[in-house]
């Protein structure tokens, strides 16, 4: 790591600032107090193996001032279960948990804590179970210890699945039946070392049926139960030829049994039941996965606030706002409801409801928003409506829908499964009366093969587990998926569009030159970045991120912000404006005449310009790399953007991209978008994008971008670079290819082996073992999207 | 004789299935990634936070 980074969190170090921390005998440059008082508080506590413990993950998050974390103490009653023994038992989610080490560090402090009883740590989902002693210690003391650390704590009001249990009972119940059952069904299905005695054959056949009656009431009833739901609904579902088979299977061996002749069927029944619970165990693992993604950004309102009553103010819990209440906020607060302010102003951070960075101010009258964060001023807030309807809830609600939402292709596949299993059923019966017509003796065997064998198991597994396979793979590389079909769809797409700002150059402007105008002697001793420093730190503006922040302790003079015009101040006694050519002028000012398609800001003391800034927005890492790899496969790339002509050629020049278009409204993207004959991916992010992307027929959002854009983006990056669309480009010709074998092999398995089972040819394990490889090969083919490697 | 070797069997079965569901009710299943690096922890007075019961 260079030495230009913090040693803790990996961000670079302000200019001039010499914060060091003592870890392990040497002295490690920090980039701010927080992250010293963390690292220091690790090495001091013997905790400095977590530098050892992390690998390559560094927080990206600098430490934030600590919070107090009061308000948790008014929700406790919602955060804690007491259980049986007395103990207190709370689930907190730990937003920037990263890696192991992370986990290890948690465990060793919380540990330390008094009263504490057992730690969970889940790294995955990053939640941390505490159980502890409630005498002994507080909430609001476990919240701070997390924060102190560097995590944001943040209650999980997610409620504990406990289905997962439940399945992997059922799924190891039906094993070891099926196991058992197979094992003494042996000496029943050879003939040469048949067990001849009648009465040991008797006890055997009666041990299976024990056996097998637990496995069907217990594990497979959930097929009987769906298959009843669905024919309730009119609806033929695949668990309908399944729980008819089983049933069939199970209740005419338990009747063969008692009349003691001819086959029992117990060993096929309990395969069948153990293998489909096994897939449909694996696709509810995936699916699980995601539902935490989205869960996170419920999390985001606060879970008390504080309520103006008749005496004065109480601070009350998330869920006893009502409509009409009158909440008091003050700066640094996040807005718990959706409401009007009634009494006060300030500005309003809504980045994470428009993605809009910059503070919105807000007046009497305005409406806030929930999650919104208020960041200066105070405000008194009447509730408009109650916490479902909020915006918030909203939306993280519509990202649910969209998950819900089965690819077209995967409807397709049930729809055809369901026919099948028409199909299947007719064939049963078919079967089944034609064997009694010719009284083959093999009725009940050929009746049972049909179904088994015949089950749609590997067609309706062929197109989800492809899926869910490319969208776990896609997690891990930074893709998150909101529209299933975008992955079958992307790469067959030969047109797309690019927005410029803030996708194919990042967010960020960066100062490319400086011309300094000062003519020399006494005046040039000071350094143009410590005053454009000073200046720049009132300004939350994207072009203040351009002028690198220097450590300046002292306050030399007050600076104010002009919003859209630029920052003046006092630096040292000398008034200072920095800003737009525009605002030069309406002081008098001459601009110095600098030939650039770059944005221009001026320094002016009262004298005159002192110096003239170029500044750019970067290409965004991997833009470069992506537009030579979809030219390659001859896509055609267009950029579309709000921004002036100059800025856009220059970016198209770079990336080599012939058609573009400036100066763009939000309509005229749309415009364009409508007007294209044929599928068209839309790369985009922010709030005027949104209607852009929901237009197109692929859109990929950024995840700096507005969580709306989320909403209406098929797949959001969320990395700074581009290259995970790469990526996904890959993945997503691999999964189409994948999908189509898995159809191809299910369809050739389920009519070679039909009109076998229909001769009576095929015994009924048999089936169950042809059912299940089939199956087992189409998830197998699916699992290979997920090594795809970048 | 195969009767007493059939049903040690099935008391086999039955004892695999007890325990492998007194592991799930412990969740013992819950979390299967993150006690993997419980062993590179070197702490020898950590034994009191986890390991109680």
């Known amino acids: ?790 | 004789m195969v009767v007493v070797l059939v049903l040690l069997s099935l008391f086999l079965v039955v004892a695999a299935i007890g325990a492998f569901f007194w592991a799930v009710n412990n969740k013992q299943f819950d979390d299967l990634d993150s006690p993997a690096y419980s062993i590179l922890e070197d702490d020898e007075t950590d034994h009191s936070t986890t390991s109680r019961k």
């Open chain 1, 1 to 790: 790591m260079s030495s230009d980074n913090c040693f803790h969190c990996g961000q670079p170090i302000p200019l001039g600032l010499k914060l060091t921390a003592y870890i392990d005998g040497k002295e490690q440059s920090m980039c701010c107090i927080g992250c010293q008082a963390v690292a220091q508080f690790l090495a001091d506590n013997h905790h400095q193996q977590f530098y050892q413990y992390r690998q390559q993950d560094k927080p990206t998050t600098a430490i934030n001032k600590t919070e107090d974390y009061g308000s948790i103490e008014v929700a406790q009653q919602d955060l804690i279960t007491v259980l049986d023994n007395g103990l207190s038992q709370t689930s907190i989610r730990v937003d920037g948990m990263y890696c192991s080490a992370c986990a290890w560090l948690l465990q060793k402090v919380l540990g330390q804590l008094p009263g504490i009883h057992d730690i969970h740590i889940n790294t995955i989902s990053h939640k941390v179970q505490v159980t502890f002693l409630s005498e002994e210690l507080t909430l609001q003391r476990i919240y701070q210890t997390i924060s102190q650390l560097g995590y944001q704590p943040k209650p999980d009001r997610q409620k504990q699945k406990t289905d997962h249990g439940h399945f992997l009972k059922k799924l190891m119940a039906s094993g070891f039946g099926m196991m058992f059952i197979m094992t003494i069904s042996v000496p029943l299905y050879t003939d040469t070392l048949t067990v001849t005695d009648p009465l040991l054959r008797r006890f055997f056949v009666l041990l299976s049926l024990l056996v097998a009656t637990w496995v069907y009431f217990y594990s497979g009833k959930v097929f009987v139960f769906n298959a009843w739901r669905d024919l309730k609904n009119r609806h033929l579902g695949m668990d309908v030829p399944v729980a008819t088979s089983i049933s069939l299977a199970y209740f005419a061996s338990v009747y063969l049994s008692f009349n003691g002749q001819g086959h029992v069927y117990f060993d096929s029944m309990s395969m069948f039941i153990f293998f489909l619970l096994l897939g449909r165990f694996i696709e509810n693992q995936v699916k699980q996965q995601h539902l935490d993604i989205q869960s996170a950004l419920l999390d985001l309102i606060p879970i008390s606030a504080k309520r103006e009553v008749t005496l004065g103010i109480e601070e009350v819990p998330l869920k006893e706002l009502k409509k009409g209440d009158i909440l008091v906020l003050s700066a640094g607060e996040t807005i718990a409801a959706d409401g009007l302010i009634v009494a006060g102003h300030g500005q309003c951070n809504e980045a994470i409801l428009t993605g809009e960075a910059r503070p919105v101010r807000k007046m009497m009258g305005q409406r806030v928003y929930a999650g919104a964060q208020l960041i200066k001023g105070d405000i008194k807030v009447q509730i408009s409506c109650d916490n479902d309807d909020s915006l918030l809830s909203q939306m993280a609600q519509m990202m649910e829908r969209s998950q819900q939402q089965k690819p077209r292709q995967w409807q397709l596949a049930d729809h055809i499964a369901s026919y099948f299993v028409a199909v299947v059923l007719v064939l049963a019966l078919v079967t089944l009366l034609t064997h009694w017509w010719l009284d083959t003796g093999l009725m009940m065997v050929a009746l049972l093969s049909v179904l088994i064998a015949t089950c749609p198991c590997a067609l309706s597994l062929a197109t989800p587990t492809a899926l869910t396979a490319a969208a776990m793979n896609l997690i891990k590389h930074g893709v998150l998926i909101n529209q299933m079909e975008a992955i079958t769809t992307l790469h067959q797409v030969k047109s797309w569009f690019f927005d410029k700002t803030g996708t194919l150059t990042g967010s960020e402007m960066q100062v490319v030159k400086t011309h300094d105008l000062r003519k020399g002697g006494s005046q040039r001793t000071l350094p143009l970045n410590i005053i454009t420093a000073y200046l720049q730190k009132v300004s939350s503006h994207p072009i203040a991120s351009a002028f690198p922040s220097v450590l300046i302790d002292q306050d030399y003079g007050e600076v104010k912000e002009f919003p859209g015009y630029g920052v003046a101040g006092h630096y040292k006694k000398v008034f200072y404006r920095l800003g737009s050519d525009e605002w030069m002028r309406s002081f008098g000012y001459s601009i110095p005449d600098v030939p650039s398609d770059n944005t221009l800001v001026y320094l002016a003391n009262d004298q005159g310009i002192l110096a003239v800034f170029e500044l750019t927005a970067q290409l965004r890492e991997g833009a470069t790399e992506l537009c030579a790899t979809l030219q390659e496969q001859h896509k055609s790339l267009q950029i579309v953007s709000g921004d002036h002509k100059q800025a856009v050629q220059n970016c198209a020049e770079q990336l080599h991209i012939k058609n573009w278009y400036a100066a763009c409204k939000a309509d005229d993207k749309k415009q364009l978008i409508m007007e294209q004959n044929e599928p068209v991916v839309m790369v985009g992010d922010g709030v005027n994008d949104a209607p852009v992307l929901a237009m197109a027929d692929v859109s990929i959002s950024l995840k700096q971008g507005a969580p709306l854009a989320h909403a209406a983006s098929d797949l959001v990056i969320l990395g700074q670079s581009l290259k995970p669309i790469m990526h996904a480009l890959r993945v997503s010709a691999f999964t189409q290819r994948i999908i189509k074998v898995n159809l191809v092999w299910a369809l050739l398995y389920n009519m070679s082996i039909t009109p076998i089972a229909m001769m009576g040819m095929l015994s009924p394990w048999l089936a169950a073992i042809g059912m299940s490889v089939s199956s087992l090969l189409v998830v197998l083919n699916s699992r290979r999207v997920v090594g795809v490697k970048s």
